[in-house]
């Protein structure tokens, strides 16, 4: 397919309605291996250049804004990095999430908001990172009038877990 056909098909894909029709669909006609009951978010990016490098299983849910990428190059088709993305059946991406190159999600996974996966998930795994917690008490506020420098200063020791 040529490839601004598919670029076209790519951000169409991207904010049309049918998450669980149209999105897919879309993404099947640029090349993308896609199976059945796929949900596929708002703002999805999907690899523009190798579409085909990425499979999708049965009954999977691609959170929104997730990006999907199979290829990093430098310069003018200078390969970094190419590779296929597999997504085993029964799989669910939360928001956010960034998929690169190489990476095979394991089937039953669930991929917590937020992830970047750059090595393979094992299969039916909770795979993200550790829970968010306290680094700091700020004892000034970060605004426009303090600024950033003056926030930094401000910081002080945990006292709560």
Same mark, same amino acid.
């Given at each position: 397919?040529?490839r601004?056909? *598919?670029? *076209?098909?790519? =951000?169409?894909?991207m904010i049309?309605?049918? &998450?669980? +029709?149209? =999105?897919?669909?879309? @993404? =099947?006609?640029?090349?993308?291996r896609i199976?059945?009951?796929?949900w596929?978010?708002?703002?999805?990016? $999907?690899? /523009?250049?190798? !579409? /085909?490098?990425?499979? $999708? *299983?049965n009954?999977?849910?691609?959170g929104?804004?997730?990006? $999907?990428?199979?290829?990093f190059y430098? #310069?003018?088709?200078?390969a970094?990095?190419?590779g296929?993305?597999? $997504?085993?059946?029964?799989v669910?991406i #939360? !928001? @956010?999430?960034?998929?690169?190159?190489?990476v095979r999600? #394991?089937?039953g996974?669930v991929?917590?908001?937020?992830t970047?996966v750059?090595? +393979?998930? !094992?299969?039916?795994?909770?795979?993200g990172?550790? /829970?968010? &917690?306290?680094?700091? /008490?700020?004892?000034?506020?970060l605004?426009?009038?303090t *600024?950033?420098?003056?926030?930094?200063?401000g910081l002080? !020791?945990?006292?709560?877990?």
């Amino acid at each position: 397919m040529h490839r601004l056909f *598919g670029a *076209g098909l790519s =951000r169409v894909a991207m904010i049309c309605p049918g &998450g669980d +029709s149209v =999105r897919p669909q879309l @993404h =099947r006609w640029r090349g993308a291996r896609i199976g059945n009951k796929v949900w596929i978010g708002l703002f999805v990016y $999907i690899d /523009e250049l190798h !579409p /085909e490098a990425l499979s $999708i *299983g049965n009954n999977c849910t691609i959170g929104i804004r997730t990006s $999907i990428i199979t290829h990093f190059y430098w #310069g003018p088709r200078q390969a970094a990095s190419n590779g296929p993305v597999v $997504i085993e059946d029964d799989v669910f991406i #939360g !928001p @956010h999430c960034v998929i690169l190159p190489n990476v095979r999600v #394991g089937a039953g996974s669930v991929i917590q908001a937020g992830t970047v996966v750059t090595r +393979s998930v !094992p299969p039916r795994t909770l795979w993200g990172p550790p /829970e968010a &917690g306290v680094l700091a /008490e700020a004892s000034t506020p970060l605004t426009a009038n303090t *600024g950033y420098l003056t926030f930094l200063r401000g910081l002080r !020791p945990p006292t709560i877990r």
